[in-house]
């Protein structure tokens, strides 16, 4: 062990670790983080395009209003707004995961695993909408808001398909669909 360094006698070389438990939540066991403390408040809209021929789905307009509490940096929060979006995208258009008879599975490169490219988001026009309610349970009072973001795009576009061909989709990716 290297020489300890002192300072007025006392060892500096100490150190703490303490993890805030909102007094509003338990955590579960384990839970060092605490990520469901809060979370932010969501809506979104899909506005898409349908090819009568091909089927193909081109989201035209995307919307999201959201909640993330105090937004600390805007350009964050829309880059991890954006990143949710086309993560969003790539999973109700195109990926799956594809197995054989035997279990094993046939997407095993990205050669023949789809996802999103640039052009998915060429000419979209993507709007966010934000509001600032800061939660109390947190001192910087910001909510998450990446995930949220991800999670809302299925909906949004299976809803505005449905809405386009009359009938409920049940399956993703939406690229089976005729």
Do not use: C, W
Not at 147 to 175: D, H, Q, W, Y
Request: net charge negative; charged share 20%; hydrophobic share 40%.
């Amino acid at each position: 062990m290297g020489p300890r360094l002192t300072t007025g006698g006392l060892d500096a070389s100490l150190s703490a670790t303490v993890f805030y438990q909102p007094p509003t939540v338990k955590a579960a066991e384990g839970d060092k983080i605490n990520s469901s403390a809060t979370y932010a408040i969501q809506a979104q809209l899909a506005v898409i395009e349908l090819d009568p021929n091909t089927y193909d789905i081109k989201v035209r307009k995307y919307v999201i209003a959201h909640d993330a509490g105090r937004i600390l940096k805007r350009e964050f929060v829309d880059g991890q707004l954006m990143g949710g979006l086309m993560h969003g995208l790539a999973l109700t258009l195109y990926e799956e995961l594809m197995y054989d008879d035997q279990g094993n599975p046939l997407t095993t490169s990205l050669d023949i695993y789809e996802t999103p490219t640039l052009a998915e988001a060429v000419g979209m026009e993507v709007e966010f909408i934000h509001f600032e309610t800061p939660t109390k349970h947190l001192v910087s009072g910001a909510h998450g808001v990446g995930e949220g973001a991800m999670m809302g795009v299925p909906a949004a576009i299976v809803n505005a398909l449905a809405s386009i061909i009359g009938k409920a989709v049940t399956e993703l990716p939406l690229r089976h669909i005729r």
